[in-house]
């Protein structure tokens, strides 16, 4: 039995984010920003002074992957780094003035990106779209967490 793409949730989810990072890209990248950096900033805007793994987890990436981000955007003046005093393994990401700074031309740009993408739909259907998409989410979480028990007493 076919799934056609016009019929996948998980496609058509999948299509619209791609096209929203591709808009967002657009915006961004002539300030200097890439998309990858975006979603570190993001997290640092909210709480500034995470770890290496604090980001990995809030941003959902390796932490290699966080590392390289965190590098890069170290070398550009957006952040810096600071051993942790007490547990010397552990290492704090902090915005720099030029990293907060970003905070105030960038997220009038990503309003912009989310105000374009929903512009045809009334504020209704706007809140019925994030109650569906957190309804998938919480859906799926539960499955998951189910197959996860399973998985676990299957192991022992």
Do not use: C
Not at 53 to 82: F, Q, Y
Request: hydrophobic letters at 40%; zero cysteines; charged letters at 30%.
């Amino acid at each position: 039995m076919d799934l056609p793409f016009a019929e996948s949730v998980g496609y058509q989810i999948r299509a619209t984010h791609r096209t929203l990072q591709r808009f967002l890209q657009l915006k961004i990248e002539p300030h200097g920003v890439t998309l990858g950096m975006w979603y570190f900033l993001r997290a640092l805007w909210h709480e500034d002074g995470l770890t290496q793994r604090e980001l990995s987890r809030r941003v959902g990436t390796m932490e290699p992957t966080t590392l390289s981000a965190i590098l890069n955007m170290e070398r550009k003046g957006l952040v810096r780094r600071a051993q942790n005093k007490k547990d010397r393994r552990k290492w704090h990401v902090h915005l720099t003035s030029k990293g907060r700074a970003l905070k105030v031309e960038l997220i009038p740009l990503a309003r912009d990106v989310v105000d374009t993408a929903v512009q045809s739909l009334s504020r209704r259907e706007i809140k019925q779209l994030m109650d569906g998409l957190a309804e998938i989410q919480n859906n799926l979480h539960a499955t998951m967490s189910q197959l996860d028990e399973i998985n676990s007493r299957m192991v022992e």
